[in-house]
């Protein structure tokens, strides 16, 4: 017992318990608790407290579990979309642009960090500025539910063509390519797929499945960076061979808490990459003017590429901020010498900043977009034809929204008494149960563009079932019906006490909580059936 408690570094309690009471801070204040968790890095910094060895192994795991459970859920035909790698391309060109002549500008003013900057410097910096934080917008999306949603996966196509440009960058500045058997790995994974897929089936659930996740992940990027590629890409690689499985949404959840718990460790790292000092201080207000460029450019870009303006404009607010990967990129460029070391805590802080900033707009997106409407619809190219919402409600007397295991349930529970129609922001699962033959069609329910057109005011609908799996799209879709003219009866599905009482307050009339009632029904059931046997033996 006692080698246990010896092998401990001192550190790892002070800076969990103080990562602890910084995130709860953030949650007070309205703010993801990974706000608080930077913050927590810096407070550690300025004590002198470092991370030591386990913080960033624990940093590294957890970005590692991030892209492969970014590859669970990619459907690589969303990312070979026009309107996804073309915008992402023109936007790291023109922002990079914009960049390189914001800093040239702030050169010629003498200001600090950058008056002795050289040329090739600003283009490293620049080019470092030109990224979005995948970790930042994955984790904003799983907490909004939107990770399927139209804008989601448009996001989620823009980083993934960022961080291959991350990995060409790096091979370049570390003169490193990969090697020969790289090309034999990749085929061999190629082949190996199907038998990926056997074996997830096989283990079954538990503590085998989170260990077959973990194996794939940390065993993925192994094998790349024996390679000589990116290990975070091997992981990302290995989540998109399993990401049609029929099990990779449980595989998700089962790896979700300790992705999540890892993912502190590189929170944390990020404050712990330097103090700040005065001329960084003021380096990175002028940068983060920089944040409403690259947003305004992203949402000009998709909506040329014709992305209807609601989608544009949460893709782009998603995408307002700086990346991890700038720490990258600056790392290596310090590492050379091509930057100064101040680069990286300068880097670091910006990246910091532009969470909270990006947070902050993020969590008001939808007031937003309603204050803007007008204006951001002006901005709108003419979209596909197949692009406008055109649901049909005739004779439609109950909307399921959310075709999880909740909203399936209800559906075949209410089809026999009912007239349903069921929507769900899941293309593919909308194919899929459309094949099985059921009444649905494709819808985002937390988008207001979605309600303002479904004219829900004069339907013959009397029963709203709100059933997706993330409570604050429920609380969203609650909301917007309410406020687009329905006064009949919506009921809601939540999985916690507390999420009861903020569904109400958004016009529900009625919500249960799936655990009880699965309790309440399995109770039934048996009840149901064993009367049923008493009656049969008395007969």
Request: with cysteine; glycine share 8%; charged share 15%.
């Amino acid at each position: 017992m006692d080698s246990i408690f010896t092998s401990i570094d001192y550190r790892d309690p002070i800076w969990i318990t103080i990562a602890f009471i910084f995130g709860v801070l953030g949650r007070t204040f309205g703010l993801p608790p990974l706000v608080g968790f930077l913050v927590a890095g810096f407070v550690l910094n300025y004590a002198g407290i470092q991370g030591g060895e386990f913080l960033h192994e624990m940093a590294d795991i957890g970005v590692t579990l991030l892209l492969f459970t970014i590859g669970l859920k990619l459907n690589i035909k969303d990312l070979l979309q026009r309107e996804v790698w073309a915008s992402t391309l023109l936007h790291m060109l023109l922002f990079g642009l914009l960049s390189v002549a914001f800093i040239f500008l702030l050169r010629l003013i003498n200001a600090p960090l950058v008056n002795s900057l050289s040329t090739t410097g600003i283009l490293i910096v620049s080019f470092a500025l030109s990224f979005s934080s995948t970790v930042f917008v994955v984790k904003s999306l799983e907490v909004s539910g939107s990770f399927r949603a139209r804008y989601g996966q448009i996001a989620i196509g823009a980083l993934i063509i960022q961080d291959l440009a991350a990995v060409i960058y790096l091979g370049l500045s570390e003169a490193k390519i990969p090697s020969i058997w790289a090309l034999l790995l990749l085929s061999l994974l190629f082949l190996g797929r199907r038998y990926l897929g056997r074996i997830l089936d096989y283990i079954g659930h538990g503590e085998l499945q989170v260990l077959f996740g973990l194996s794939m992940a940390l065993g993925g990027a192994a094998l790349f960076e024996a390679v000589d590629m990116k290990g975070d890409l091997g992981a990302l690689v290995f989540g998109v061979m399993l990401a049609n499985h029929a099990k990779v949404d449980e595989l998700a959840r089962a790896l979700f808490s300790l992705k999540e718990l890892f993912l502190v460790g590189f929170f944390l790292s990020i404050g712990l990459a330097g103090l700040p000092t005065q001329p960084i201080v003021e380096m990175v207000t002028l940068l983060s003017l920089l944040l409403v460029f690259k947003s305004s450019l992203f949402f000009l870009l998709f909506t040329r590429f014709r992305v209807r303006a609601y989608s544009a404009s949460k893709a782009s607010l998603a995408l307002g901020n700086y990346s991890e990967f700038g720490l990258i990129v600056t790392s290596v460029a310090v590492a050379h010498g091509w930057l100064g070391a101040q680069w990286l805590t300068t880097i670091a802080l910006l990246v910091a900043v532009s969470f909270v900033i990006s947070s902050a707009f993020n969590k008001r997106s939808e007031y937003l977009y309603d204050r803007f409407h007008a204006f951001l619809l002006s901005l709108q190219h003419e979209v596909p034809a197949n692009a406008d919402i055109s649901i049909d409600l005739d004779n439609v007397t109950a909307l399921i929204c959310g075709m999880g295991r909740v909203g399936r349930g209800a559906y075949k529970q209410l089809q026999a008494d009912m007239a349903l129609l069921a929507l769900d922001f899941d293309k593919e699962l909308v194919e899929t149960k459309r094949a099985e033959g059921y009444q649905i069609e494709y819808a985002d329910i937390s988008s207001t563009d979605f309600w303002s057109q479904l004219e829900i005011k004069n339907s013959s609908i009397e029963w709203i079932l709100l059933a997706a799996p993330n409570v604050q799209t429920n609380i969203a879709a609650a909301k917007l019906a309410r406020r687009w003219g329905y006064t009949g009866f919506i009921s809601a599905s939540a999985k916690y006490p507390d999420e009861k009482s903020k569904l109400i307050k958004s016009g529900v009339d009625a919500a249960f909580n799936i655990y009880d009632e699965a309790g309440a029904g399995l109770a039934l059931h048996g009840k149901n059936r064993a009367t049923n046997a008493i009656q049969e033996q008395a007969e």
